[in-house]
C-alpha cells in the first residue's frame, strides 16, 4: 500500500498545486525569483518563511492567478489559472482571501468598501448580508465595526485588522495571509487562530507568508507544515 493512502493530508481536496513553478523578479532581478512545487489540501495551513518579502510577494501573486509563471502552472481547485478567461480567472478569484504585504488599499475608497468590493460582484448574496458578515468579522478581530475611515488616516494596527476581514470574508476556498500579524502579532493572534480554525474546518486552504523567523517559529500558529524560501528555491524547514 502506498504511503499516500495512509496519509490523511494526501487524500483532502487539493486546494492549490504549484507545478514546477518558477516566477521571475521584478525588472529580472534573479535574486528575487521563486521555484516551487507544492500542493495544499483542504484543511492545511502551511507557514512560508521568505528572507525578501518580495519572493513572498512574487509567490503570493502566482498563487491567485494575477502574475503569469516562466515556467510551471499553477491549479487552484483543479484549474489552471492560465487556462481560463478573464471573465473566469475573475469570478474564480471570488473564492481567494488574501492579506497584502502592503496593504493595496485602493485610495478613492474609504476601508468600509475596499472590503466588500472584491465579493460585490462575485457573489449572489446581498449586500446586507455581506455587510453584517463583515461586521462580525470585524469584531472578531478587535474592531468596534467595519471602519468608513481612509487608510491614510488609519492606524496601522486598524488597518491590519481590516486586512484580516477582508482576507475571510465569504468564506473562501483558499486564503494567503502575507505577514498578518505585522505590528499587532499579540493583540491579533488569538482572533486569528480561532478565525483561521474555523476557516479549515469549512475545508479552506492556508497559506501564510512570512519575513519574521519568530512568527514562522511561534509555537501557537496551528501549522501543517513549515517552509522556506532559500536561494530562490520554496524548501521545508524543519
Known amino acids: 500500500m502506498s504511503a499516500a493512502a495512509h496519509d490523511p493530508i494526501a487524500q483532502r481536496e487539493c ?4 507545478e514546477r513553478l518558477r516566477v521571475d523578479g521584478v525588472d529580472g532581478d534573479p535574486g528575487s ?8 489540501a483542504a484543511g492545511e495551513i502551511v507557514l512560508v518563511h521568505v528572507a525578501r518579502p ?3 510577494s512574487l509567490l503570493a501573486d502566482a498563487c491567485v492567478g494575477v502574475l503569469r509563471p516562466a515556467q510551471g502552472r499553477v491549479r ?3 484549474q489552471d489559472w492560465q487556462a481560463l478567461s ?7 478569484r471570488a473564492l481567494v482571501g488574501r492579506v497584502f504585504y502592503r496593504g493595496n488599499w485602493l485610495d478613492h475608497l474609504n476601508i468600509r468598501d475596499n472590503v466588500l ?6 457573489t449572489t448574496r446581498s ?3 455581506l455587510i453584517e458578515e463583515a461586521q462580525g468579522l470585524a ?15 488609519s492606524e496601522r494596527g486598524d488597518l491590519q485588522r481590516a486586512a484580516c476581514v477582508r482576507a475571510f470574508l465569504g468564506s473562501p476556498r483558499l486564503i494567503v495571509l502575507e505577514h498578518p500579524t505585522a505590528g499587532i502579532f499579540e493583540q491579533v493572534l488569538p482572533a486569528l487562530v480561532r478565525t483561521l480554525r474555523a476557516a479549515c474546518e469549512r475545508g479552506a486552504a492556508v497559506l501564510w507568508i512570512t519575513p519574521s523567523l519568530s512568527v514562522w517559529h511561534a509555537p501557537m500558529l496551528p501549522a501543517s507544515r513549515r517552509l522556506r524560501i532559500a536561494r530562490g528555491m520554496l524548501m521545508g524547514g524543519e
Do not use: C, K, Y
Open 139 to 153: 469584531r472578531q478581530f478587535g474592531l468596534p465595526g467595519l471602519p468608513d475611515g481612509f487608510a491614510e488616516f
Open 33 to 40: 525569483a521563486v521555484q516551487a512545487d507544492m500542493r495544499l
Open 117 to 122: 468590493l472584491p465579493l460585490m460582484h462575485h
Open 76 to 78: 487552484f481547485l483543479g
Open 15 to 18: 486546494v492549490l498545486a504549484l
Open 54 to 56: 518580495a519572493q513572498g
Open 86 to 92: 478573464l471573465r473566469e480567472a475573475n469570478a474564480l
Open 127 to 129: 449586500s446586507r448580508a
